[in-house]
């Protein structure tokens, strides 16, 4: 018997309608644990560099993290990836809610999706009843209606629905995948769109097996009471109302204006009650004792929940207030449209407009006001007519495509992918390596563990670190004890508080970890609910399998090197890492280029950032050093980046 | 951690004497108010966990005797609890408008019945029922309440006087009651006296 997880993944071949119960190698398990790590795995064996996003040779895969379905509380992330179709390097989302659990309780480790239908369908999984059924009179359907249909249709109010929107249908590439509350939304939704699988759907009634029953148990209530009571877990913004720091700090438009004193105490009490007196209920994901999602009733609208930053960004992006993010949400979503990329996209298409490299020509028919423009757009890119067709590759592709200077107006991407909208004065060194090389490629999926800031109050400093007990080694406490400004700590230290935060994201997506009780919530106060003493524990009674803080922390480096190469492998150099030119207005290339070079020797990374043959090795991937040895992306004979000729160049 | 064990030992049903004429007994409550529920199933997965064999050794929401009813759309969360057994499903059903919501009325029902499959063993097809997770040691508050951090869930034991009830009537009697309704005072004692002497 299998423990902690089911042992086999589902593998569907939409092409030849074939379905397999493929039964996986738990030594796998041991070495990349569930979530990206597996899923880096089957890309690197099974997607070879130069394959199409949209050929039925690449995958989606919808998979668990380890501890899934699983009595740990807040571990019930679904990690979905595939080769993203916006960048060619690895797509990673993250969905939370009950898909997963549920998934597992059915058998099923992960769905491993290739080929493609021959029209629009969508999968029933009843444990081990799986049917692949016709959903082409679901075409255009938005998310609502497309999982109450299927539920209706197996006659199963039970079963959990994700589901693509017109948006992926027509191959958006900001294009999410929803199931309830919960959505996967960078990058992965085309890619099923492409596949024309409309829909999943999943009961399970299947035990998920536990090693150590009594002790996981013990060790799972009392954190549940921790979270529960740990005011440094979760997410703020659900119910904290002061919300100037993002509008206060964060760019509007298309990452463009910064409103310092936007916010005042009229317009918080105003937003307070705009909140209040439409607010259904807060929900929460699966056996988490945190409940981060606002459900709103918004007049004329479907009932819809949001969660985070996503109650930003559309009217961020408009110049509007929050009534028009309650407004138009429940329809983007609906649509399967990103809050993120999405809002970004039609304020950079409006500045095209203004700026005069697209015309009034392109936009036919579209209303005056900023409001009505904004639905304009989002439906003409769900759609994929007109102008939209363009849009909805996101603001790189589409400046791309446009051409005529609208190059210029994508200054907010990393690698093609959308960032947040933060525009900065002076370079901070860890964001800067963050940003640059991150592959998660959003920041919030990279920082977290280490303090934004530092604390200036001796006391409260001591007071924070004694608390501190996330802290993988004393260095890290000696680095804060001694940080006085947010920009100056030793080099060393700012490569290594990356390479926690990483760790921390990297395990968090393995296992099945929310960010919001891990990762993300160690830079706020500290006390987050997990880190790298307490989860061996956890696996081990979870798993059956000892492990240990040093086992695991190779685990992180295993799946982050298996992640860099497999992106090596499809392209990925270090000319590629930048940020964007404006992300702060004081830039010193030289010291960037330096830190880059420190952070890549760090990482046991060629000075081009490519893992070395030995650092490989090391990790139990001889056979990725052997693959790019094969392909001429490495000779085996490269040394670490401070070692290569052309760091001796760099100034010191 | 379970739950502590309870300092008193009632178990329901436990009738106690207080004095020659007031009796007790122990009625068990669990307080659902649905407005707290945020649907995040940790009842449920408490349930399954305790009732599996051993003890917590999986995770198994269909085996669970409580379930959540989960439409978000519809801001309905009701945290049902498996009763009893039902042989058929209902002739008709009810719709209830509850601050302007509407509930069906399986939304609320605890039945084991043919008209849906909650529960129901997975495996066995067998009835589950709550049995507010009696135990030895007897639990401080069932395991669902305990895995309830929201306050959606809230367990409370009260005392309720045991009226006198009149003496019933014993099986016997009503037998006889019920043959004296169908054939008459007379044919059943002749027939007595007549079956005595054989």
Known sequence: ?652 | MMPEPRKRSHREGDVTVENDRKKTRIVKDIKVDTKKCVGCRACEIACSAFHATPKFSSVNTARSRIMVVIDEVRDIFVPIRAGDYAMAECNGRNRYVIDGKEYDECTFCPASCPSREAFKDPDSGFPLKCDMCESVPPLEKPMCVDACTFGALIYEEREEVVTEEPKMRGEMEIGLKALIKKYGLKKVMDTIARVSKE
């Open chain 1, 1 to 652: 018997m299998r423990y902690s997880e089911t042992g086999f993944n589902l593998e569907i071949d939409l092409t030849r309608g074939s379905i397999d119960k493929v039964e996986t190698d738990p030594r796998d398990t041991v070495l990349y644990l569930g979530g990206n790590g597996i899923a880096a795995k089957l890309l690197y064996d099974r997607v070879p560099p130069g394959t199409d996003p949209f050929s039925p040779d690449n995958l989606l895969i919808l998979g668990n993290g380890l501890l899934n379905g699983t009595p740990v509380p807040g571990a019930n992330r679904l990690a979905v990836n595939t080769i993203a179709p916006l960048n060619g390097l690895m797509g990673h989302s993250l969905m939370g809610g009950m898909f997963g659990p549920e998934l597992k309780m059915a058998g099923w480790d992960r769905i491993v999706l290739r080929g493609k239908a021959p029209d629009l369908v969508y999968i029933t999984i009843h444990n081990d009843k799986v049917e692949i059924r016709d959903a082409t009179h679901l075409r255009g359907k938005g998310m609502y209606d497309t999982a109450r249909l299927v539920k209706e249709e197996l006659k199963d109010n039970r079963a959990w629905v994700a589901t693509i929107g017109p948006a992926g249908e027509n191959r958006s590439y900001l294009a999410s995948i929803d199931c309830g509350n919960s959505s996967a939304a960078r990058t992965v939704g085309p890619v099923m769109g492409d596949k024309r699988v409309k829909a999943i759907a999943v009961r399970g009634t299947k035990d998920v097996n536990l090693a150590h029953p009594a002790e996981l148990w013990e060790m799972c209530s009392r954190l549940r009471k921790e979270l529960d009571a740990n005011p440094n877990v979760g997410d703020w913004m659900a119910v904290d109302e002061d919300d100037s720091f993002h509008h206060n700090n964060f760019s509007w438009g298309n990452s463009r204006v910064r409103r310092k004193t936007f916010w005042n105490a009229n317009l918080e009490e105003r937003w307070r009650n705009l909140k209040y007196d439409h607010m259904s209920r807060q929900t929460g994901c699966w056996n988490c004792p945190k409940a981060c999602h606002n459900v709103i009733k918004w007049p004329n609208r479907r009932r819809f929940s949001y969660k985070c930053y996503g109650k930003d960004t559309y009217h961020m992006a408009s110049f509007q207030e929050l009534d028009f993010t309650y407004e138009i949400l429940p329809i983007a979503q609906d649509l399967g449209l990103d809050s993120y990329s999405t809002p970004q996209t039609i304020a950079f298409a409006l500045e095209l407009l203004e700026a005069g490299i697209l015309t009034e020509k392109d936009f036919p028919g579209m209303p005056a006001d900023v409001r009505g423009r904004f639905y304009y757009l989002l439906n003409k890119m769900a759609f994929r007519e007109g102008i939209g067709d363009i849009l909805a590759d996101g603001t790189s592709r589409a400046a791309e495509r446009i051409g005529k200077g609208a190059e210029k107006f994508d200054h907010n991407t990393v690698k093609k992918f959308e960032q947040l909208p933060i525009k900065l004065g002076k370079l901070n060194p860890a964001y800067f390596l963050m940003i640059a090389t991150g592959e998660d490629m959003a920041i919030t999926q990279i920082e977290g563990s280490f303090p934004q800031d530092p604390i200036t109050d001796p006391e409260l400093k001591e007071e924070y670190i004694r608390k501190w007990v996330a802290v993988p080694d004393k260095k890290f406490a000696e680095w804060f004890r001694q940080w006085e400004k947010r920009d100056q700590l030793p080099d060393d230290a700012m490569v290594a508080i990356v390479d926690w935060n990483e760790c921390m994201h990297y395990l968090d997506d393995s296992l099945g970890f929310c960010g919001f009780v891990s990762s993300f919530r160690g830079q706020f106060g500290g006390t987050t609910g997990y880190h790298v003493w307490n989860m061996p524990q956890i696996i081990t009674h979870a798993l059956g399998v000892d492990f240990d803080k040093d086992r695991l922390w190779e685990c992180f480096q295993r799946n982050r090197n298996l992640v860099r190469a497999l992106n090596n492998r499809a392209g990925l150099r270090r000319s590629m890492e930048r940020p964007p030119e404006d992300h702060w207005a004081v830039r010193n290339e030289e010291y960037e280029q330096q830190l880059l070079t420190k952070y890549y020797d760090f990482k046991g990374w060629t000075f081009d950032g490519i893992p070395t043959k030995e650092t490989l090795e090391k990790l139990s991937l001889g056979y990725v050093a052997q693959d790019l040895i094969k392909r001429g992306i490495l000779t085996g004979n490269e040394v670490t980046a401070l070692n290569d000729a052309r760091a001796k160049k760099e100034k010191p």
